[in-house]
């Protein structure tokens, strides 16, 4: 969580670090803070809220001069959102300044030890604590803020991405990562330092993607030292040419990032078939699985780990690959895998499904299943990024920058990738015939025109926002392959609207659920033709006895539905294992809409953050 930049160069820092943070707000958004080196002196300004709010209170602060600078967009961890506890942090004689994004687990026993010599704190920070644990390091060495830096890092458990300065030694800034990412852009004679690589996408095409454990002492118009912090050791870093564009990180005429992203849905899966989708010659290719076939057909089960979205879409998977491969698939909450001692053997092949590649739970699920020896397959979204890094193979979903905090066009692109994974292990097992096996990869190649179609429900779609806004709760039901399609329309209404929202497999309704049923309630029930559609009519007349608002999301052409729900939505039809894919897309939309009407911040709901690097 939390995002970070900085620049040390020849031109003025503070518009690059301005916009890199507006760029990394998707990280957190509830203070944020910048520092920057005059040629004299630090200028420092921080606030509670957002990046817009710092550049308010900067025009009247403070003077923005200087070539050298670093900003911090936070994500509260140690300490609630104050201007306090906002980053950059100084140390106690004010030489350093630092920003970090990650948490210093031991920052309790290191803070007492300081105080003890002396050393006073105003936030209640852990970044507080590193920064002045450099201080003390860097005076009573005598050492140079590089490896003053470096053996306070050895002192320290936790996760990090830090930069930090020295106003004695104004040429040079100190990063350093574990567990968080950092990126350093490489200019003519000028550097960027980010989170990730959108706040420098218009100076450079060249970065460095420091690896766990690494630092790197950055100086005006030197080469990049990069080292590791445990042994010192240098290494030569990989200057890798990246592939972003401008136009991906920017909204491109919508009014929210999520819209957008709703949007690049047809031409997000169009990407993820790219190469890999082969209908005319009947074939799937996936590098990732080709090359570990022998593992594959060998695994005596597949346990998909993933945390909210990603978890979701891993739920899609298990019917999915339980129903045309035939493998047992079990589906865990990283978060609650990493921590019961699972039982995992060496036949088991474990899937970590994660959008940004970063979060921390599904990273220490991957750990976990790795030392017990099981094979781990990643599928992640951002490329380079540590789960992509970390995993034994896997499968880029291809989706490109995804900025709106609601997980839209990375959740249809997991459950694309993940069904080209099934269908490849199908044909692979032989559970298939290679008349199925066609007809499934014919049908597949018309789901981006079926997305572009069910997205032409937007009006409609929200003229049913607009009746329903004001709701205080709701209900989502599905069955089969769009069950865990419920739970996610459930997800994304709270994330973004803040109305209580539940999914729930339609036949558990009586046993539960049913007792909330009256009129004020709205239900969304996905009811397509395939699968268990008479079974989900009758749920649908059980709500409607109790009075409850039905909202169907039904299959084009449907009658049956139409005649009990109060409103319909249509989505084009398609095999009942690719419904997900279609179904999904007016729920994305009626949460949207629902959130612009109750005027919520629907790209950074409260409380959220893109990539929840803590645990
Ligand atoms: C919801 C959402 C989150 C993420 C979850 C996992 O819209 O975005 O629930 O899905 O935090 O994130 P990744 O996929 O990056 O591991």
Partial sequence: MCGIVGYIGHREAYPIIIKGLQRLEYRGYDSAGIALYDGNAIKLSKTKGKVSDLKNKIENEISTDGTLGIGHTRWATHGVPNDVNSHPHYSNSGDLVIIHNGIIENYDSLKKELIKRGYTFHSDTDTEVLVNLIEEVQKNDNLKLGKAVQVALNQVVGAYAIAVFDKNKPNEIVVAKLGSPLAIGIGD???????????????????????????????????????????????????????????????????????????????????????????????????????????????????????????????VAEYIFEDLARIPVEVEYASEFRYRNPVITEKDIVIAISQSGETADTLAAIKLAKSKGAFVFGVCNVVGSTIARETDAGAYTHAGPEIGVASTKAFTTQITVLTLMALRLARAKGTMSSSEFRHHLIELETIPGKVEEALKSDAYVKTVAEIYKDSKNCLYLGRGFNFPVALEGALKLKEISYIHAEGYPAAEMKHGPIALIDEHMPVIVIATKMGHYDKVVSNIQEIKARKGKIIGIVTKGDTSVKELADHVIEVPETLECLTPLLTTIPLQLLSYHIAVMLEKNVDQPRNLAKSVTVE
């Fill in 189 to 315: 004679d000028e550097f960027f330092i980010a989170s990730d690589a959108s706040p420098f996408i218009e100076y450079t095409k060249n970065a460095i993607y420091l690896e766990d454990e690494e630092m790197a002492i950055i100086r005006r118009g030197k080469k990049i030292k990069v080292r590791k912090i445990k042994n010192d050791v240098l290494v030569d870093p990989y200057v890798q040419e990246l592939q972003l564009n401008l136009e991906q990180i920017e909204k491109g005429g919508y009014d929210h990032f999520m819209l957008k992203e709703i949007y690049e849905q047809p031409s997000a899966i169009l990407d993820t078939f790219r190469g890999r989708l082969l209908s005319n010659e009947g074939m799937i290719k996936l590098a990732g699985v080709e090359d570990n076939m022998k593992k594959f057909l060998a695994a005596d089960r597949i346990i998909i780990v993933a945390c909210g979205t990603s978890w979701h879409a891993g739920l």
